[in-house]
């Protein structure tokens, strides 16, 4: 393998010799590694990372994305005289092939990529204070913010990627023709889902009326997704940009409040463990409003706790879809491990509409 992930850099315009690659992060798409050159001496890492093409259809599409959105926030940074310093950690940047290309193809049809690596500082899949949670929320509410004015409509990565309804359906339609016999297994997690299929078009159609509008969004804004720096404990720069497309901002919140205010993993199997913290609720929000409070209409607004709710339903419902699907989209790593996801996304929703009334009154204190 190191041979193989030795002859991909050497595509790309990287000084210096090849020393290591080790696999990096958590993420259940792509494949990430650290590449650690040796430049006259000096050590510098790169992050590697080979696109899931089977849910990154046209990754051509994907890069020119890519490209775009972090060149528009490095030329927004290098106008703030304040950041210039900075400008290095506070968005990807790619490195190009020696045909100045945003990726290489390989022999076998894969597609790479490579950027900087990003130094001193980490992702976490759990938080542990409410400051961390505001951090992070500002900085995904700033990214946002930077590409608000952002001039051309992205290309569409994946279709429809938050559209409840036609997630609702795909699950329906997994039920139906149960390939893998596994349905017997989820009655009640059927039962769960159903009993909420009224509230999943909400969004779909105030944004059909008119009420909200569609902008440019991360669409993956999963807590380990942004780097928060070792020493400042800031957000400082967001990663994983392949979904970043036209979308709902309430798409970035939901997802915050699905991975930034469990105590507990996504994964976790002792449900007792999962529930929203109230606390890291109103650090998000905080954090977000702060940024994004300078876009966000009243109608917007009001509608992100329920952001939290229809999120954190609809991955759970990705979940379980993929788990009767033999578990072909998301990685895992043990047996009913996306079952077992989608019953802690439900337990979640549960602690969220329990505490609904007292979120939207946060809500109201904070417009
Ligand atoms: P996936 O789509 O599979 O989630 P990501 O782009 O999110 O892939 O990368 C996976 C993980 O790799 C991140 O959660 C982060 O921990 C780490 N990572 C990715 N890029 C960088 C970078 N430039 N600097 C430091 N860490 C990174
Ligand atoms: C995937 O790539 P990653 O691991 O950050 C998924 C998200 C899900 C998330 C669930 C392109 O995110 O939509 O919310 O898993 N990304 C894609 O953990 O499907
Ligand atoms: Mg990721």
Redesign the pocket.
């Known amino acids: 393998m190191q041979k193989k992930l030795e002859n991909i850099c050497s595509h790309f315009h990287i000084y210096g010799d090849y020393v290591v690659a080790i696999p ?9 590694y ?1 590449v650690t050159f040796d430049q006259g001496g000096t050590l510098l ?1 790169y ?1 590697l ?1 080979k696109i ?1 093409t089977n849910v990154f259809r046209q990754p051509a599409l994907v890069m020119e994305n890519f490209n775009c959105v972090t060149s528009h926030i490095l030329h927004k940074i290098r106008q703030e005289k304040t950041q210039r310093g900075r400008a290095k950690r506070r968005t ?1 940047r790619l490195v190009f092939t020696h045909d100045a290309m945003p990726y290489y193809k390989d022999g076998d049809g894969d597609y790479w990529r490579c ?5 001193n ?3 976490f899949d759990v938080l542990d204070e409410p400051d961390q949670a505001y951090k992070a929320a500002q900085a995904f509410g700033q990214f946002q913010l930077d590409l608000a004015d952002l001039p051309d409509r992205l290309n569409e990565t994946i279709p429809y990627f938050h559209h409840a309804p036609r997630r609702l359906k795909a699950l329906e339609d997994m039920i139906k023709s149960d390939r893998f016999d596994r349905v017997k297994m989820v009655a009640p997690e059927i039962d769960f889902v159903m009993k909420r299929a009224h509230e999943l078009d909400k969004l779909i159609k105030l944004q059909q009326s008119g009420d909200i509008v569609e902008r440019t969004t991360h669409n ?1 804004t ?1 807590l ?2 942004v ?1 928060i720096d070792d020493f400042t404990g800031e957000g400082i ?1 967001v ?4 979904t970043v497309m036209p979308g709902l901002p309430h798409y970035d919140f939901g997802d915050m409040v699905r991975t930034g205010t469990s105590p507990a993993p996504e994964d976790e199997t002792d449900l007792s463990k999962v529930y929203m913290r109230f606390d890291m609720f109103e650090a998000l929000l905080r954090g977000y409003l702060d940024k994004a409070g300078m876009f966000l209409n009243d109608v917007e607004k009001e509608l992100l706790p329920f952001s939290g709710k229809l999120i954190t339903m609809v991955i759970g419902i990705r979940f379980l879809t993929d788990f009767l699907d033999g578990d072909n989209y998301f ?1 895992t790593s043990r047996v009913n491990h996306n079952l077992e996801r989608a019953r802690s996304q439900f337990k979640l929703v549960e602690s969220i509409e329990e505490q609904y009334d007292d979120m939207m009154k946060l809500l109201k204190k904070l417009m």
């Open positions: 990096c992060g958590k993420g259940h798409i792509n494949d990430t650290q890492h992050t990372q899931n990807l950027y900087v690596f990003v130094e500082c980490h992702s993956d999963k380990n997704n780097l720069c990663l994983d940009l392949d990685k």
